[in-house]
């Protein structure tokens, strides 16, 4: 195999129009005998060049690489993104990384991308680039939903940020998502019924208004629905904001396990309640109503008896 089709970009979110763009580098290196190649990021750029403007991530590294795996794209490279790094203006950019480290013969971009000290390498910037240097350069037009909205990280962390979960899955393509590792908590969901998987998350991932959710659970141990506490704890006086999901169904452990929380849909707000249990008889009206919802929206959840050690 030789030579690559490329593209560039921070990616976060891997969202339908990110997968639009992987799909024609992958159409075009299949058709060319050539390697399909994504050169992004990490950390994001914003957070080297103006950390007062770096958004919160849609995507942790491990959430987003997790995304690509499944884009059937051949390789990626992951470059540290420093001051260094933001000093190449585009044809520096091009003559020390695209052509020597990626064997560039193709390069396709999003239809808003640019790269480059400043972003000066729009499209009329690299296609004179590739002219010179002997490869082409085409875009990828935008991706949009059906009112004309193109799909775009902005556009889904505004709806993110705003608990419009909705429309962030539909620019996703999939239901918004948290990946976390289980940590001990204090065991107060198990006195009061509800036993809760207490999620550790980045600083950097962008979370929706906190309340309790209805979400779907992936585990080592197979796939759950639940209900989830997103934020603090009024009724025990503890201020941390913390996620903590509750699996229907399921009694294992697990403890340092990876697990991925999928937001379905708000239940209701955090709110503080006079006694222990007049909240554990909200949990049983939110359980009630997240499995009513869960069982129409996602019919084909299965809950095993017993975690795998």
């Known amino acids: 195999m030789t030579g690559s089709v490329v ?17 024609e580098i992958h159409r ?14 990490e950390p994001h750029p914003l957070e080297v060049v103006n950390p007062d403007a770096a958004p919160a991530l849609l995507t942790t590294t491990t959430e987003r690489l997790a995304a690509l795996a499944t884009s059937g794209i051949d390789r990626v490279m992951t470059l540290r993104f420093d ?18 480290r990626c064997d560039l013969r193709e390069l396709v971009i999003g239809h808003d991308h640019g790269f480059g000290r400043g972003r000066q390498g729009d499209v009329a910037t690299l296609q004179a680039l590739g002219a ?47 990946e976390g590792v289980v940590q001990r908590g204090e065991r107060r969901g198990r006195e009061l019924g509800f036993p809760t998987c ?9 979370l929706p208004p906190d309340g309790v959710y209805a979400v779907v659970v992936e585990t080592p141990a197979g796939r759950f629905g639940g209900m989830m506490n997103q934020g603090h704890r009024p009724t025990f006086d503890d201020g941390r904001r913390l996620l ?39 949990l049983e009206v939110d359980s009630h109503r997240a499995r009513t919802m869960l069982a129409v929206a996602h019919p084909d959840l299965e809950a095993p008896l017993r975690a795998s050690e």
Request: hydrophobic letters at 45%; charged letters at 20%.
């Open 28 to 41: 075009r290196a299949v058709s060319s005998g050539r390697r399909s190649m994504l050169v992004t990021f």
């Open 83 to 100: 001051r260094a790094m933001a000093a190449l203006d585009p044809a520096d950019f091009v003559d020390q990384v695209l052509l020597p």
């Open 132 to 178: 010179s240097r002997g490869f082409p350069v085409d875009v990828v037009a935008p991706v949009r939903l059906p009112d004309g909205l193109p799909v775009s990280s902005t556009a889904i962390r505004r709806a993110v940020t705003g608990g419009d979960l909705g429309a962030a899955a539909r620019m996703l393509g999939r239901l918004y998502t948290v």
């Open 198 to 206: 207490n999620l550790a998350i980045e600083a950097r991932k962008l």
């Open 7 to 23: 593209t560039v970009g921070t990616f976060d979110g891997v969202h339908r129009g990110h997968h639009a763009v992987l799909a």
């Open 244 to 282: 903590e999901a509750h699996l229907f169904g399921f009694e294992g452990v697990l403890y340092d396990r990876s697990i991925s929380v999928q937001w379905v849909a708000l239940l209701r707000d955090i709110r503080r309640f006079d006694s222990v249990a007049s909240l554990r008889q909200q």
